[in-house]
């Protein structure tokens, strides 16, 4: 579903990714983990498209769609949804209208039927009882006054919502409560299933030990240095990524 | 006098010319009053960049041009002008003017409360001229006062609106000015009078619109009198034609516990300039302005505001927004003025800009001056372009760029007009903001 070969990406005029390749297929969770500043979040942002994220060497394929050629809302419709590490505030967008809008042009995108109020009400309450929110919250302006929490679980709700082929959440897991995580964990895998891949990008095993990984990619100054099964996180966790400092000789992709 | 040269002259030749058809021409106190405003209009001139108040807006576009009175001829274009600016369902009392005259066959006031009147300043005049007398002709401090002169002395029409001790007005007062003339660029003068007694309240809602591309000029100058204790909620929407010039002059004097709280929307016309005076009279009294503008292309908005407050205990809020795109220039100019006996004033200015493209352009002007030492005031203004990080997050969701960026345009503005109390006015501002964005923003249009 998701090819990332040899991606070398700049960023405001810095090179950032040196070299990256990362092939998901339908069904199938990868993690990405790597330490403060690796280029996690630019890998993140340049599968979405973000202006100023520059590709210099390399290609990224979306179900054989070069994604260079696609503006972020194409990407979007196509079925790629990240979960942003820092959700964006935004004062005076409804995130009920919003969510509804951007629901609709992805269905009208795919040739499905438009909902109507009453219609997506019914969709976002049954996915809010999935992620435990609170309706009054997306009654409110997108991710105004949300606690860090709240944005993380807001965010895989708009997923529910959203159902993407492929989804990439960045740090979802950061901040969220020992409950909230695995109310959250729990959320991603009623999601996972067979044509839907993901992409999670986190520090921490805790969330990988509810939402199990098919691999696990660790990424250093912008490059993948480990690739391994599920157990690689947790030697990762176990001996922190001073471990790498040896490993780095046999960098696998 | 020798006035050959000045832009001013022709209209003190045409004056000679119109003067004798004016309403009220019988009363020699109102042609007293307009022989001086016409004098002291050629004498001041028009308002130039050395006033201060005028130093960002320059009328030579306007004064280029020679507007001759308007021509009265029906074109049938006003029914089909008018329907944007109806409120819809909600009951409202409607004075319509067409080119400068009330229309009667396009207005329409239900039963009004003892007390409360809505006419039409000709009629007025016709009726009862001794009750306007006094309203006129009082000494004007305005920065726009050669405009305000040259009001007076060619003033054909316009709406009173007057409110007996303690009367309260439901529904709003609509006043629709619209200019559907051809044939040469015309000039319109309307002079609106609001006159609240103690106790009174009401809701007055101006909208201002033109159709097709002529060029025109509306000179409307618009008194408001808030007797003691009165509450007035006046709204105003600018949404000229696109060759129109568009000059609003707005005079208020507030007496003690009165209040009074403007909200104007400018979108419309080449050249506008919107200015407020008002004059806190009385102490305790609370004064609220209000307003957003909207200009691209090659527009040129300015908004002038004059608070004064002369009495203690004075509250004064005042917050404008822009949204500037194209080559468009918008000025902001705010002025509050403390007077040596006015302690315990509580004034705050905010103006905010969002500017959309990299030769829009805004000048915003804040001026305090205090001379009272018991006061609270503060200003602030700021410009800034759409936020990257949240047009960017819209667009992951799967919004295109326009619809993202529209939905930020309106949210910028959404709180100011989620401020307007009275509701019929309310969504016929959302409905022109809509109407305003590149495309039609929240899903409304779309799902
Ligand atoms: N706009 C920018 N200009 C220059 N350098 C940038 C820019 N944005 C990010 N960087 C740099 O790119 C590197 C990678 O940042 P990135 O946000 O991708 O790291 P990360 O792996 O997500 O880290 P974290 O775990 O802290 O979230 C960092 O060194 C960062 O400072
Ligand atoms: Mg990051």
């Known amino acids: 579903m998701l090819e990332i070969k040899n991606l070398h990406a700049r960023v405001d005029g810095q090179q950032i990714l040196q070299g990256i390749d990362i092939s998901i297929k339908a069904g199938e969770v990868h993690a990405i983990m790597g330490p403060n500043g690796s280029g996690k979040s630019t890998l993140a942002f340049v599968l979405a498209g973000r202006e ?9 394929l979306f179900e054989g769609r070069n994604l260079a050629e696609m503006k972020p809302e194409e990407r979007a419709r196509e079925g790629i949804f990240l979960a942003f590490q820092y959700p964006v505030e935004i004062p005076g967008v409804s995130g009920m209208n919003f969510l509804k809008s951007a629901l609709n042009v992805t269905r009208k995108y795919r040739g499905l039927s438009e909902l109507d109020a009453i219609e997506f009400l019914k969709l976002a309450r049954e996915k809010l009882k999935l992620l435990g929110m609170d309706e009054k919250l997306i009654q409110r302006a997108v991710n105004v006054g949300f606690s860090g929490g709240e944005k993380k679980r807001s965010e895989v709700f708009q997923m529910a919502v959203l159902e993407p082929k492929l989804a990439v959440l960045d740090e979802t897991d950061s901040g969220l409560d020992i409950d909230a995580l695995k109310i959250v964990a729990n959320g991603i895998n009623t999601l996972r299933n067979p044509d839907r891949a993901m992409l999670i990008i986190t520090h921490y095993q805790r969330l990988l030990n509810y939402v199990i990984p098919d691999k696990v990619h660790v990424l250093a100054e912008g490059r993948i240095v480990r690739s391994g099964g599920k157990e690689l996180a947790l030697e990762l966790e176990d001996k922190g990524y001073a471990m790498l400092d040896s490993a780095d000789a046999n960098a696998a992709a | 006098m020798t006035t050959e040269q000045t832009p001013g002259a022709p209209y003190l030749a045409q004056f000679a010319q119109v003067k004798a058809k004016l309403p009220g021409r019988r009363l020699s106190w109102l042609k007293d009053l307009r022989q001086g405003a016409i004098e002291r209009f050629v004498s001041l001139g028009f308002p130039t960049l050395k006033i201060e108040e005028w130093k960002y807006t320059s009328l030579s576009p306007l004064t280029k041009t020679v507007f001759g009175p308007a021509s009265q001829e029906a074109n049938g274009r006003a029914e089909e002008g008018l329907r944007r600016f109806l409120l819809g369902e909600q009951p409202c009392h409607r004075l319509v003017f067409v080119n400068g005259r009330h229309r009667p066959d396009l207005s329409h006031v239900g039963s009004l409360p003892a007390g409360v009147t809505i006419t039409s300043l000709a009629a007025m005049l016709e009726a009862e001229p001794e009750l306007l007398e006094p309203h006129f002709g009082g000494e004007d401090q305005s920065d726009g006062q050669a405009l305000v002169a040259l009001n007076t002395a060619f003033m054909a029409d316009g709406a009173v609106v007057k409110l007996a001790q303690g009367a309260a007005l439901e529904a709003p007062v609509h006043l629709i000015f619209l200019a559907t003339t051809q044939g040469g ?21 101006e909208s201002y619109g033109g159709v097709g591309t002529e060029s025109y000029w509306t000179n409307v100058v618009t008194q408001v009198k808030a007797g003691r204790n009165a509450a007035i909620r006046h709204y105003k929407l600018q949404c000229e034609g696109a060759e129109a010039f568009h000059i609003a002059i707005t005079q208020a004097d507030l007496e003690s516990g009165s209040s009074y709280t403007s909200f104007v929307m400018s979108m419309g016309g080449r050249l506008s300039r919107n200015e407020i005076a008002a004059r806190l009279n ?9 307003g957003v503008y909207l200009a691209r292309d090659r527009q040129h908005m300015d908004t002038s505001t004059r608070i004064e407050h002369a009495k203690p205990g004075g509250l004064s809020r005042e917050v404008y927004k822009g949204v500037i795109d194209g080559e468009a220039h918008a000025v902001f100019h705010g002025k509050i003025v403390v007077c040596p006996d006015a302690q315990k004033t509580d004034a705050h200015q905010l103006n905010e800009n969002l500017l959309l493209s ?8 804040p001026e305090l001056e205090i001379h009272a030492d018991d006061v609270k005031c503060s200003h602030g203004a700021n410009a800034g372009e759409l936020d990257s990080e949240a047009l960017f997050y819209l667009r992951t969701r799967g919004l295109e760029e326009e619809r993202a960026r529209s939905l930020l345009i309106e949210a910028f503005v959404a709180e100011m007009i989620d401020g307007v109390e009275t509701e019929a006015v309310r969504s016929n501002l959302r409905k022109f903001v809509s109407s305003w964005l590149p495309t039609v923003a929240n899903g409304k249009g779309a799902a």
């Open chain 2, 282 to 290: 009385g102490t305790g009294v609370d004064c609220r302005l209000n």
């Open chain 1, 52 to 60: 100023g994220y520059e590709i210099t060497q390399g290609e990224v």
């Open chain 2, 185 to 205: 660029p015309a000039a319109h003068h309307p002079r609106n009078l609001i006159l609240a007694e103690p106790g009174s309240s009401a809701a007055i809602f």
């Open chain 2, 358 to 365: 990299e030769r829009a352009r805004i000048d915003t002007k």
